[in-house]
Protein backbone atom coordinates (compact mmCIF):
# COMPACT_ATOMS: atom_id res chain seq x y z
CA UNK A 1 0.00 0.00 0.00
CA UNK A 2 1.26 3.21 -0.89
CA UNK A 3 1.21 6.69 0.84
CA UNK A 4 -1.59 8.08 -1.04
CA UNK A 5 -3.78 4.38 -0.77
CA UNK A 6 -3.16 4.77 2.82
CA UNK A 7 -4.55 8.39 3.32
CA UNK A 8 -7.37 7.57 0.97
CA UNK A 9 -8.38 4.37 2.66
CA UNK A 10 -8.21 5.69 6.56
CA UNK A 11 -10.08 9.07 5.34
CA UNK A 12 -12.69 7.10 3.45
CA UNK A 13 -13.23 5.00 6.15
CA UNK A 14 -13.36 7.80 8.62
CA UNK A 15 -15.31 6.52 11.37
CA UNK A 16 -15.42 2.88 10.64
CA UNK A 17 -14.02 0.82 13.78
CA UNK A 18 -14.69 -2.50 12.34
CA UNK A 19 -12.54 -5.05 9.63
CA UNK A 20 -8.63 -4.71 9.85
CA UNK A 21 -6.07 -2.62 8.89
CA UNK A 22 -2.52 -3.95 8.07
CA UNK A 23 0.64 -2.29 8.84
CA UNK A 24 0.93 0.18 5.84
CA UNK A 25 -1.78 1.62 6.21
CA UNK A 26 -1.48 2.34 9.92
CA UNK A 27 2.15 4.13 9.69
CA UNK A 28 1.59 5.56 6.48
CA UNK A 29 -1.23 7.38 8.09
CA UNK A 30 0.55 8.21 11.37
CA UNK A 31 3.54 10.00 9.15
CA UNK A 32 0.51 11.73 7.42
CA UNK A 33 -0.96 13.05 10.57
CA UNK A 34 2.97 13.43 11.40
CA UNK A 35 3.61 16.11 8.02
CA UNK A 36 0.35 17.77 8.93
CA UNK A 37 1.31 18.55 12.67
CA UNK A 38 4.82 20.16 11.26
CA UNK A 39 3.66 22.10 8.21
CA UNK A 40 0.51 23.31 10.38
CA UNK A 41 2.90 24.09 13.55
CA UNK A 42 4.98 26.11 10.80
CA UNK A 43 2.11 28.34 9.70
CA UNK A 44 0.81 28.77 12.77
CA UNK A 45 4.01 30.51 13.89
CA UNK A 46 4.55 32.18 10.78
CA UNK A 47 0.81 33.78 10.48
CA UNK A 48 -0.26 33.36 14.14
CA UNK A 49 2.92 33.89 15.83
CA UNK A 50 2.01 30.54 18.28
CA UNK A 51 3.70 26.82 18.16
CA UNK A 52 -0.06 25.34 18.45
CA UNK A 53 -2.61 27.76 17.28
CA UNK A 54 -5.63 27.16 15.77
CA UNK A 55 -4.73 25.78 12.39
CA UNK A 56 -3.28 22.48 14.07
CA UNK A 57 -5.73 22.28 16.48
CA UNK A 58 -8.28 21.73 13.25
CA UNK A 59 -6.17 19.89 12.08
CA UNK A 60 -5.89 17.25 15.10
CA UNK A 61 -9.77 17.48 15.48
CA UNK A 62 -10.47 17.17 12.24
CA UNK A 63 -8.34 13.81 12.04
CA UNK A 64 -8.91 12.28 15.81
CA UNK A 65 -11.57 10.15 14.70
CA UNK A 66 -9.73 8.39 11.80
CA UNK A 67 -6.66 7.83 13.85
CA UNK A 68 -8.71 6.18 16.62
CA UNK A 69 -10.48 4.11 13.93
CA UNK A 70 -7.01 2.97 12.00
CA UNK A 71 -5.66 2.45 15.32
CA UNK A 72 -8.32 -0.51 16.45
CA UNK A 73 -8.72 -1.81 13.16
CA UNK A 74 -4.79 -2.57 13.32
CA UNK A 75 -5.28 -3.81 16.68
CA UNK A 76 -8.08 -6.06 15.06
CA UNK A 77 -5.50 -7.60 12.60
CA UNK A 78 -3.25 -8.53 15.04
CA UNK A 79 -6.59 -10.31 16.86
CA UNK A 80 -7.12 -8.52 20.06
CA UNK A 81 -10.22 -5.86 20.99
CA UNK A 82 -9.66 -2.15 20.05
CA UNK A 83 -10.33 -1.17 23.56
CA UNK A 84 -6.52 -2.18 23.94
CA UNK A 85 -6.66 1.10 22.29
CA UNK A 86 -7.24 2.91 25.71
CA UNK A 87 -3.50 1.17 27.16
CA UNK A 88 -2.12 4.45 25.30
CA UNK A 89 -3.91 6.27 28.12
CA UNK A 90 -1.14 4.69 30.83
CA UNK A 91 2.24 7.37 30.06
CA UNK A 92 5.38 5.88 28.40
CA UNK A 93 4.54 1.84 29.17
CA UNK A 94 1.04 2.18 27.37
CA UNK A 95 2.52 3.84 24.39
CA UNK A 96 5.71 1.65 24.05
CA UNK A 97 3.21 -1.11 24.33
CA UNK A 98 1.10 -0.05 21.73
CA UNK A 99 4.13 0.91 19.56
CA UNK A 100 5.41 -2.67 19.83
CA UNK A 101 2.00 -4.24 18.87
CA UNK A 102 1.54 -2.53 15.81
CA UNK A 103 5.02 -3.31 14.69
CA UNK A 104 4.35 -6.47 14.38
CA UNK A 105 2.81 -8.52 11.33
CA UNK A 106 -0.91 -9.29 11.26
CA UNK A 107 -3.05 -12.25 11.89
CA UNK A 108 -2.58 -14.72 8.67
CA UNK A 109 -5.78 -15.76 7.10
CA UNK A 110 -9.61 -15.13 9.05
CA UNK A 111 -9.32 -14.30 12.57
CA UNK A 112 -12.21 -12.75 14.40
CA UNK A 113 -12.37 -9.83 13.54
CA UNK A 114 -12.92 -10.60 9.45
CA UNK A 115 -10.81 -11.86 6.72
CA UNK A 116 -6.98 -10.66 5.93
CA UNK A 117 -7.06 -7.71 4.18
CA UNK A 118 -6.11 -7.96 0.62
CA UNK A 119 -2.83 -6.50 -0.91
CA UNK A 120 -3.53 -4.86 -4.21
CA UNK A 121 -0.89 -6.30 -6.40
CA UNK A 122 1.08 -3.90 -7.96
CA UNK A 123 0.79 -2.43 -11.49
CA UNK A 124 4.45 -2.74 -13.80
Known sequence: M??????????NKYADFKGR???????????????GN?????LDRLLLGAGNGLL?????????VPAIAVGVRRLHDLDKSGWW?????IPI??????????????????????AEPRVKPRGL
Open 2 to 11: TFQEAVKTCL
Open 21 to 35: ARRPEYWWFVLFIWI
Open 38 to 42: VVFGL
Open 56 to 64: GVIWGLALL
Open 85 to 89: LLLGL
Open 93 to 114: IGTLVLIWWFVQPGTKGKNQFG
